[in-house]
Nanobody, 122 residues
């Protein structure tokens, strides 16, 4: 399954963006995750969601500001980002969890998309 992220862009601090991750095949039985990578930094966990959307988890840095969701019929995972901060600037990636994995470790994910750039100006 190939993943394509979209929805990134340039936004002022305090603004919002909604990222989308469109899959080329069915993802309805897969846990999914969003990660980000800023220049010179390691890829870090942002949010994850189980296959049916019933459980989600977030990095402490985005908790209360970001919301992950999914529409399995549309084969798409979303990341709603509110109250954006300059430190949220990064390339954002979505990926599929290996097997039944449900972790924040990037090594437990496969099928990475090409990423979408999010830039938050102060």
């Amino acid at each position: 399954v190939q993943l394509v992220e979209s929805g990134g862009g340039l936004v002022q601090a305090g603004g919002s963006l909604r990222l989308s991750c469109a899959a080329s095949g069915w993802i309805s039985s897969s846990n999914m995750g969003w990660f980000r990578q800023a220049p010179g930094k390691k890829r870090e966990f942002v949010a994850r969601i189980v296959w049916n959307g019933g459980t989600t988890a977030y990095a402490d840095s985005v908790k209360g500001r970001f919301t992950i969701s999914r529409d399995n019929a549309q084969k798409t995972v979303y990341l709603q980002m509110n109250s954006l901060k300059p430190e949220d600037t990064a390339v954002y990636y979505c990926a599929t969890a290996r097997g039944n994995s449900y972790s924040g470790n990037p090594n437990d994910y496969i099928g990475w998309g090409q990423g979408t750039q999010v830039t938050v100006s102060s």
